[in-house]
């Protein structure tokens, strides 16, 4: 069993920053692909971004793109995003989750559908 812990929410205004964390413990094989995920009230949960088990490739949806910096540490068994230009569109509860699986150095990966593990959230409200 994995655990995910995210933590970094919280209220920020409109044009800040903030950076998330998600700490991995317990039965975990080894670095997987990681990904951040969103979900606003009464909406789907949303790729933001995602992550190769060592960190070589990442991908982020369009809406994240140039604002939005996804990150790892191995050694700490930690990914980040950091995030940049915030906007009220972004107030959401951000989400991590992890593959499981090991993976190609390159593979990252788009859909909930494909992660095993996943946190309980830490909300974002951005302000306008």
């Known amino acids: 069993q994995v655990q995910l812990v995210e933590s970094g929410g919280g209220l920020v205004q409109a044009g800040g920053s903030l950076r998330l964390a998600c700490i991995a413990s317990g039965r975990t094989r080894g670095p997987s692909p990681m990904g951040w995920f969103r979900q606003a009230p009464g909406k789907a949960r949303d790729f933001v971004a995602a992550?190769?088990?060592?960190?070589?490739?990442?991908d982020y949806a369009d809406s994240v793109k140039g604002r939005f910096t996804i990150s790892r540490d191995n050694a700490k068994n930690t990914v980040y995003l950091q995030m940049n230009s915030l906007k009220p569109e972004d107030t959401a509860v951000y989400y991590c989750a992890a593959r499981g699986v090991l993976s190609s150095s390159s593979v990252t990966f788009r859909f909930v559908t494909q992660y095993h593990d996943w946190g309980q959230g830490t909300q974002v409200t951005v302000s306008s």
């Open positions: 992550i190769s088990w060592n960190g070589g490739s990442t």
